[in-house]
């Protein structure tokens, strides 16, 4: 059942709708056929409902390899075969309609009897392979809106931009710039389809939205009125951006990656003039090639001129040096598979990732270019960026929650600090699984907090989808309150599900907003904490309000608090 929301949760992997020309594969020859009218409808259905644990060209990732025909050499050096055409049409209508053990989900009450037939025959045909997109393409879709000459020298509105929040309005391809001071909408910009993260530079003020389309809008905060000043289409799926943070390189680059095709593109970073298109294409940890290895979460060092650029099937942590970009030295750390996100611990030295499917996180030593632990944790971690703070028995830890396990978990990361040195003995070890519910995507503190807050959208139960649980950390035996936010929001009831999801701190720390993520034609809202009393200060909310999901805070984006 849990795999099923994950299922859910990765669906809209929205690329070959918006591409034209895709490379058709031969068809094996015992493969059932379909009319050119089937097989648009089985892509589109495969692009919305499976490339999301199945990868685009089906080699496997969460999900697992759906190729007409596969071989591989097992440990013990034997040679296994299978294969959809080998599992046959009904197999793979059963498999589809009612699950597996093994955690695929049930799609019987999402497809239609004769939808559940197309995909069985579709997967058994060989997958086509999209295009490419090369350097020329992403120039000719780079657009500078104002130019930098024509933009403002100076902050031309009057607003706390420290305290701004961009917020992804996911189904209308929109963000929301929402005034943390008043909690008006300064603005709302129209984006790539279902922006996925927002991310800061290095001076906190452009914004960097980074649509699941693959477009890149870069939003200049200090406008009279925030607005797009550039774009540029850095693939057809895409998920993750950050920008240049070291010092002497304030707002000089942006860094986006690809799902499809499987590469990275540098950028200007006040312009977003393509400078350089990487392929991450290459080997997996375990020594073989893969052709869709892609580009997962990607953060910026404050202590080198680096990006952590974590690609999702090779397992391989990159570690890109920006200082001569025509000449890209790239130091590659072997992790596990398949990475996803992940975030700083408090020192900003050791950068932590979700090897979701081996159930491992890896954190890597940034100051040192290796990785410094791979630890063992419980089902699929999901840290978002994760949390850190002071732990009364164990000093410093960050924090992961899980979509497959009910814990938070809690690792023990260094700290040259004097003070935590007798807590060396902890670190990189689980030192507490706190009680949680599965199903949950974020967790967040803040330094100046004493709340810690785990949400569970992917959580089965409406109830537990709604709510959210707060601890204290003095006492992390169990929370201190769990908060149904959707019946505090006052919204009338809906029959979609209104997910509870992505606590964010306002930058002074005091108030916690959390996003509904509710039906797509739904006047949703956003709820913000007081994060001292744990009770609601106000509900945003208004008719552009539409499946509010990632909010993020200028200040706490920009330095990396969480
Ligand atoms: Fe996310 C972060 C990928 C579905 C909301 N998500 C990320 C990152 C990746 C990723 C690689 C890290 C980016 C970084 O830090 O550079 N997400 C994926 C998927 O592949 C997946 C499973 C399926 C898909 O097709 O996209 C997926 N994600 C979702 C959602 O359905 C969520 C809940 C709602 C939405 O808006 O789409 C969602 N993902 C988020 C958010 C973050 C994120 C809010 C940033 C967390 C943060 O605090 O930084």
Redesign the pocket.
């Known amino acids: 059942m849990m795999y099923k929301k ?1 299922l859910k ?6 690329l070959p709708l918006s591409m034209s020309s895709v490379l058709a594969q031969q068809a094996p020859a015992d493969a059932p056929t379909l009319s050119a009218e089937e097989k648009a409808q089985a892509k589109k259905i495969y692009f919305e409902r499976c ?3 199945h990868g685009v060209l089906r080699k496997g990732a ?1 999900g697992k390899n759906l190729e007409p025909h596969w071989s591989k050499k097992a440990k013990d050096g034997s040679i296994q075969e299978g294969g959809t055409l080998k599992l046959g049409q009904n197999r793979l209508e059963k498999i589809i309609g009612y699950g597996t053990e093994g955690g695929m989900v049930n799609f019987d009450d999402i497809l239609t009897k004769e939808e559940i037939s197309l995909m069985a025959k579709y997967i058994q045909n060989t997958p086509d392979v999209p295009p490419e997109y090369s350097f020329k393409d992403t120039l000719e879709s780079w657009k500078v809106i104002v130019p930098v000459d024509k933009r403002p020298t100076k902050q031309m509105n009057p607003f706390n931009l420290k305290n701004m929040f961009s917020v ?1 309005l ?1 189904d209308t391809g929109e963000v929301a710039l929402i005034d943390g001071d008043t909690k008006e909408i300064r603005s709302i910009v129209k984006t790539g389809y ?4 927002s ?1 800061l530079s290095k001076s906190g003020r452009y914004v960097y939205v980074i649509g ?1 389309d693959g477009r890149l809008s870069l939003i200049d905060l200090w406008m009279e009125k925030p607005a797009v000043v550039a774009e540029v289409k850095v693939g057809f ?1 895409a ?4 920008t240049s943070k070291f010092k002497g390189y304030d707002d000089k680059y942006a860094i986006a ?1 690809s ?1 499809w095709p499987p590469q990275y593109v540098i950028m200007d970073g006040d312009t977003l003039k393509p400078l350089k298109v990487v392929s991450t294409r290459g080997m997996t940890v375990d020594g073989e090639y893969h052709p869709e290895p ?6 910026s060092s404050e202590i080198k001129p680096e990006w952590v650029v ?1 690609i ?1 099937e090779t397992g391989q942590i990159l570690l890109v040096d920006y200082s001569d970009i025509k000449n890209l030295k790239t130091t590659t750390i072997e992790s596990a598979k398949f990475l ?4 700083w611990d408090a020192s900003k030295r050791y950068f932590l990732v979700a090897a979701n499917a081996s159930n491992k996180i890896a954190a890597v030593d940034t100051k040192v270019g290796k990785l410094a632990a791979l630890i063992d944790v419980a089902k699929l971690p999901h840290p ?2 994760g949390a850190n703070f002071v732990h009364p028995k164990y000093g410093p830890v960050w924090a992961t929650g899980h979509l497959g396990a009910d814990v938070v978990t809690l690792i023990s990361t260094p700290s040259d600090d004097k003070k935590f040195a007798k807590y060396k003995e902890h670190n990189w070890k689980v030192v507490q699984e706190m009680k949680h519910v599965p199903g949950n ?2 967790v ?1 503190t803040h330094p100046k907090s004493k709340h810690f807050w785990a949400d569970s ?2 959580n089965p139960e409406k109830d537990l989808a709604e709510s959210v649980a707060v601890w204290d950390m003095a006492d992390l035996s169990k929370p201190t309150k769990i908060i149904n936010v959707a019946k505090d929001s006052g919204l009338p009831e809906t029959k979609a599900t209104k ?1 509870a ?2 606590p ?1 701190y306002s930058a002074d720390g005091k108030e916690v907003w959390i996003s509904l ?1 509710g039906g797509k034609a739904d006047q949703s809202a956003i709820v913000v904490y007081d994060d001292a009393t744990l009770k609601v200060k106000k509900v945003i909310t208004d008719p552009k309000m539409i ?1 509010p ?4 805070n200028v200040y706490n ?1 920009q330095h990396d608090i ?1």
């Open positions: 994950l949760y990765a669906l809209p992997a929205l490339a999301g644990c969460t992804t996911r279902a922006v996925h993260i991310r699941r799926d998920r993750s951006v950050d990656g799902y892609r580009v997962a979460s990607i953060v974590n999702k996803h996100d992940g975030g978002g960026r995507l974020f967040k959208p992917q997910r999801v992505h964010e993520w499946t999901t990632g909010k993020f984006t969480y």
